[in-house]
């Protein structure tokens, strides 16, 4: 999953899964998505919500998430 696109609403592009975070029963609970100025979104980190992740069952290397741009660019950035 690290490395694959991740499209908002419209199928515009938001940025590509870098990292994903574990809890302790090491389910996965954060997709963390680097947006690289992307479709005019700042280049920085985000934690999105796994949950909130969809899969694309016919194209496996495709997410979707459901956002727009602009909400992803009022996300506050993420920090390790």
Same mark, same amino acid.
């Given at each position: ?5 991740? %499209?908002? !609403?419209?199928?515009?592009? =938001? ?5 994903? +975070? %574990? $809890? $302790?029963?090491?389910? *996965?609970?954060? &997709?963390? +998505? ?7 979104? /700042?280049? !920085? =980190? *985000? ?9 694309? !069952?016919?194209?496996?290397? !495709?997410?979707? =998430? $459901?956002?727009?741009? &602009? &909400?992803?660019? /009022?996300?506050?950035? %993420?920090?390790?």
């Amino acid at each position: 999953m690290i490395g694959l696109k991740v %499209f908002g !609403k419209n199928d515009s592009l =938001l940025g590509v899964i870098e990292d994903l +975070i %574990f $809890n $302790n029963s090491h389910d *996965v609970r954060y &997709a963390i +998505i680097r947006t690289s100025g992307v479709s005019g979104i /700042s280049n !920085k =980190l *985000v934690a999105a919500p796994y949950r909130e992740l969809t899969v694309n !069952k016919t194209e496996e290397e !495709k997410i979707t =998430l $459901n956002i727009t741009d &602009a &909400a992803l660019e /009022s996300a506050p950035g %993420f920090q390790y």
